[in-house]
């Protein structure tokens, strides 16, 4: 990989989930860059930006999916 195409780039993580609904095994990997350094943020702190971003992002799937924010016509202006 050529870093000079990723200015600040320090680290990147994959991360890996393995989750289990109704009998069914379901496997998802994340992957993310990073400009921190391991002394800023050690791989629990990591793990708790990306918990904390999916977080935010399942307030967006109840407005999206359950209150069909996306089907929407109705616009302003």
Known sequence: MNHA???????????ERITTVD??????????????????????HLLAM???????ESLFWVKDVVMREDHSRIRSG
Not at 5 to 15: A, C, E, I, M, S
Not at 27 to 33: E, I, S
Not at 50 to 56: D, F, Q
């Open 23 to 44: 009998g069914t095994v379901t496997r998802t990997v994340t992957y993310a860059v990073t400009s921190l350094s391991a002394e800023q943020a050690n791989v629990d």
């Open 50 to 56: 990306l918990r904390g971003r999916w977080a935010i």
């Open 5 to 15: 195409q990723w200015p600040g780039l320090n680290r990147f993580l994959k991360l």
